[in-house]
DNA sequence: TTGAAAGCGCTACCAT
DNA sequence: ATGGTAGCGCTTTCAA
């Protein structure tokens, strides 16, 4: 009894020639340590938890593939849980899992939320400035990296589209595309909850690059654009944010900034192990990196010269 | 200690006023009864696992979403695994889930594999002709539907274009809409693995609305016909597949087939949980038809006439 | 190197 | 209506 345990899980002193008989049988058997009976023993299920505002909403899916191949790899299963959008849901989720029985809970947290777990240990995926956060993806350099990328190409006068201006995301990533524009070029920041900017009447005052929070929102002003006649990019650049997998399915092809996905898994279930196993030494707290993909929606500066159609001038 | 039990889990024969205080005394406390203890006593963890090929591809989260929101009704949780678009990976997500521990499975097979699962209780998501399937959506009634509502604005030219031709759920969306056509209209049926057709052309030979399969495909033939000039709806009546987010992100919004995602979760939770629950009257395979919403992509065949802009007749 | 036994927290049966 | 007790399958300590 105690042999076969021993044996199966490899921690105890058993001698090689047992380990093979009993692997061998186990398979014969098809038998498998029941994941109850080891549960309640070590006081460990071998299950996270992931709590996220709405798996609907884009990014989310990548998210959760990636902490789901991560987790896989330390043996943890992954229990979905949703917060619903709002932060009775996240705590509600988040009590939810824990009567489950996870040994931890990896949270990205509702916007302008603090979920507060006690019970279990947790690895909050938030921004730079949240101060519960364990790993955030650097939304301000991704801003930076558009922005540069596009002054490289030429283009001295920008719209900066967002969405929101309460969202702290999307306050990042305008920021740092402020940060790098700041002096060397023109630009104005426009949000979509005080309506749709005119697009026309923009690229007739001299904006030529147009730099968005999400390729969602840069392919709605690709197709606005589109019917005013202004072609992507000969009359205008656009670049998007999150390179979703719509990015390379419409034409143009959209330029966009790319979060290191993968990397913010790892670092989120990496940590989260390790206050499992109750390392002494844990993981700062740390940031990722973006990287930047030019495709067909972005082109330089000049070739707008070239473009007779105008958009009418006031 | 077994009253606590059964005043918790509303069981067992206990009076009203003990279940009061074991409850109020027990949110004191912060207690609450150990999963794993339960489990390894009743044989059950009240979990759920949910396989799918890749949850990053549309329309996965949105079912992933409505599984766990309907498993949640149950008390069940959802354990997530990633088949990654094989069927050995697929067979390995289920070894895995079982080995968890879950009380049942659900499955949306990868195409064209056949998940066998003897150890534990299944559902599988699939289409109506596959002969394991559980619970389906209509993809033909769904194609029918879209064609006859085009066939009501006065459309006689269709192409109906898809991604893959090997793809059961393609095939059967584009023979829903075969069904109506034939006879009553002209039609063409293109697949963009043999490359993307030339939609100037094909709207200059009288094409007036484009089938899709896929929302996404959709919205690259709106992208795709604005560059050539074509609007749409007033050159070209586009439907897409699916009534993913992006369908009210872009201008124009999409037309678009709606599966009725939420039902089909449902019924495939309530198979489940009827299974594990060792019902003797199991629910029978069924079918669930979907819906359709008209939005700005598509428009009267006859606006097409009073377009001044025309593709280049050959 | 191997095996016997205790006990994790719960529920279900049975006695009170 | 209430409570004592056995035992679910495992791991771990201790003895052989």
């Known amino acids: 009894m105690a042999t076969v345990s021993n044996a199966l899980t490899g921690k105890g002193r058993v001698s090689e020639n047992v380990i093979q008989q009993v692997t061998s049988r186990a398979g014969q058997l098809g038998y498998f340590p029941s994941a109850a009976g080891r549960a309640l023993k070590t006081g460990r299920s071998g299950i996270l938890g992931l709590v996220m505002p709405d798996i609907t909403q884009p990014v989310f899916p990548e998210f959760a593939q990636g902490v789901e191949t991560e987790a896989d790899k330390c043996g943890f299963g992954i229990l979905m849980a949703n917060g619903r959008g709002t932060g009775a ?3 509600a989720a988040i009590k939810k899992l824990i009567q489950h029985g996870v040994d931890g809970i990896i949270v990205i947290p509702q916007r302008g ?10 690895a909050i995926v938030s921004t730079p400035g949240d101060p519960d956060n364990i790993v955030a993806a650097n939304h301000a350099q991704g801003g930076q990296l558009g922005a540069r990328a596009l002054l490289a190409l030429g283009h001295r006068k920008f719209l900066l589209l967002g969405n929101d201006a309460h969202s702290g995301v999307q306050k990042d990533r305008i920021g740092g595309m402020i940060d790098v524009l ?3 070029a023109a630009y104005e920041v426009c949000w979509t909850s005080d309506g749709f900017p005119d697009l026309g009447q923009k690229h007739a005052h001299g904006v030529s690059a147009i730099m968005t929070v999400s390729d969602l929102l840069a392919l709605r002003v690709v197709t606005e654009a589109a ?10 650049s656009v670049m998007g944010f999150d390179d979703l997998p719509l990015a390379t399915a419409v034409r143009p092809t959209l330029s966009t900034i790319v979060p290191n996905t993968a990397e913010l898994c790892k670092r989120a279930v990496a940590y989260l192990a390790a206050v499992i196993r109750g390392d002494a030494q ?5 940031v990722v990196d973006m990287t930047i993909v030019l495709r067909e929606s972005t082109g330089p500066a000049t070739t707008r010269l070239s473009n007779s159609k105008k958009g009418e001038i006031k």
């Open 182 to 184: 700041k002096g060397v």
């Open 113 to 122: 939320t603090t979920p507060n777990i006690s019970a279990v240990p947790s």
């Open 227 to 236: 019917r005013r006649g202004l072609e992507c990019p000969q009359a205008i």
């Open 282 to 286: 844990l993981p700062a707290p740390s």
């Open 89 to 91: 849901g996240q705590d």
